[in-house]
T-cell receptor, first 112, second 112 residues
């Protein structure tokens, strides 16, 4: 049974810092991995999708990496801003991509 | 750009009542996913549909059922509601399996 863990559970950083969020999964037979952002009481916004054959994806200040063999993914946020404050969720897609298991998320607070 | 539409946005029901949640995917998206998110928890995968057929099933109670219609919209039917069913219910859609999932704004269900 796939289990997804995110570390740390919460993180507070000053504005401008670069930071790394971690995601680990127990079953390396994944189809893809997706990073989402969720603001309080709101829906999820997709940030990056990495297919199982890919090693990383980049979008603006965000870079996500995937190491399937070790069951790990990282989300790197460069030059953090107060507007980045949210909960970041990692979601692993099973083979075929129809079943998605989420981690508990990392709650990020960027101080101005 | 068109997004995923969910209705209703808010729903209040009594215990043992039934509820129907609707999801309208992004045009041309053929895959729909349903998730349940309790307070302070990560989204839990309930069920998914691809091309109007159930594609995968997660932790969906037997009291719940869902289907995807010919126009690709989906409905989640919930019967014999319990207090513990109070949660945010998200629908997401994608183009095919394993592609980026786009989430709707959610339906907040409160069971009294």
């Amino acid at each position: 049974k796939q289990e997804v863990t995110q570390i740390p559970a919460a993180l507070s950083v000053p504005e401008g810092e670069n930071l790394v969020l971690n995601c680990s999964f127990t079953d390396s037979a994944i189809y893809n991995l997706q990073w989402f952002r969720q603001d309080p009481g709101k829906g999820l916004t997709s940030l990056l999708l990495i297919q199982s054959s890919q090693r990383e994806q980049t979008s603006g200040r965000l870079n996500a990496s995937l190491d399937k063999s070790s069951g790990r993914s990282t989300l790197y946020i460069a030059a953090s801003q107060p507007g980045d404050s949210a909960t970041y969720l990692c979601a692993v897609g099973s083979t075929g991509g129809f079943k998605t298991i989420f981690g508990a998320g990392t709650r990020l607070f960027v101080k101005a | 750009a068109a997004g995923v539409i969910q209705s209703p946005r808010h729903l209040i029901k009594e215990k043992r009542e039934t509820a129907t949640l609707k999801c309208y995917p992004i045009p041309r998206h053929d895959t729909v996913y349903w998730y349940q998110q309790g307070p302070g928890q990560d989204p839990q995968f309930l069920i998914s549909f691809y091309e109007k057929m159930q594609s995968d099933k997660g932790s969906i109670p037997d009291r719940f059922s869902a289907q995807q219609f010919s126009d690709y919209h989906s409905e989640l039917n919930m019967s014999s509601l319990e207090l513990g069913d109070s949660a945010l219910y998200f629908c997401a859609s994608s183009l095919g399996d394993g592609d980026t999932q786009y989430f709707g704004p959610g339906t907040r269900l409160t069971v009294l």
